[in-house]
């Protein structure tokens, strides 16, 4: 049975990445149409994505693709032991009546800028997409020391990457960083207390945090593999957890079901 992986009509770095590691396993390759209604793939092919949330809303169903993603809310449920902050999701309408300073972010989609904003006033307007009802996510002003991107799948850390230092992209390999036996030992704590909530193929991005005096390892937030930058992991061990996360919907765990985007 053939393989295709396809991409969004957006181009990406990690996109091109990602497919030149599809194409050493033997994959097709297709980049799908801004305007047009994909074909779906001929019988025995298995199709999977790779690109931005609001055009596989549109688009994937013809492919039979199922995306999983992590839920609006994960965040705000894990233990303060793996987050270090306070974390609440809550309307946008009813965030932008909240004093500040505070940091504010979308829980999935990137419809603005995650960002420090001086009051909910300052957060942007309905537009589009961005209603008063759609969830943000709310916490308190920290510093990042260090941010690191990881490849989850099943659960084990497939590949990652730093990516961010005091807030700078900062991009190197996990693998040899002075910080990967922490990381990856947070890592595992993180996963043997709290990883049924996640789906199998997920990005974790956690760093160490800073707050005031005290310094510790958090997560920063959980994102969707099929739509997050590899920065400097390994292409080929990405693609593995890109796969699980974005494929045919046949093919979907049991443990997983719950995790597909609606």
């Not at 990516?163 to 030992?185: C, H, I, Q, S």
């Not at 969707?224 to 590899?230: E, I, K, P």
């Amino acid at each position: 049975m053939a393989d295709l992986l396809a991409l969004a009509p957006h181009r990406s770095t990690t996109g091109a990445l990602l497919a030149g590691a599809a194409r050493e396993r033997g994959m097709g390759v297709v980049v799908l149409t801004r305007d047009g209604i994909p074909t779906p793939p001929p019988h025995g092919v298995r199709t999977y994505y790779y690109g931005g949330p609001y055009f596989a809303d549109s688009a994937l169903g013809h492919l039979g693709v199922a995306l999983l993603e992590p839920a609006a809310g994960w965040l705000d449920l894990l233990p303060y032991a793996f987050t270090g902050r306070h974390v609440r999701c809550v309307p946008l309408g009813e965030a932008r009546r909240a004093p500040g300073p505070l940091f504010v972010k979308p829980p999935t989609d990137k419809s603005f800028p995650a960002a420090v904003y001086a009051d909910g006033e300052a957060l942007p307007g309905p537009v589009g997409r961005l209603r008063d009802e759609a969830l943000v996510q709310i916490s308190e002003v920290v510093a990042w020391v260090r941010e690191f991107r990881i490849h989850l799948l099943d659960g084990e850390i497939r590949t990652g990457s730093r990516y961010a230092t005091f807030g700078r992209l900062d991009p190197a390999p996990l693998a040899g960083d002075p910080d990967e036996p922490a990381v990856r030992d947070f890592v595992r704590q993180l996963t043997r207390a709290c990883g049924d909530t996640l789906p199998s193929g997920v990005v974790l991005d956690v760093g160490l945090m800073r707050n005031g005096d005290d310094e510790r390892w958090a997560v920063v937030e959980a994102n969707m593999a099929w739509f997050s930058n590899v920065y400097a992991a390994d292409p080929a061990r990405a693609l593995d957890v890109v796969l699980r996360s974005a494929g045919p919907g046949t093919s979907v765990r049991a443990r997983d079901t719950r995790f597909r985007r609606a």
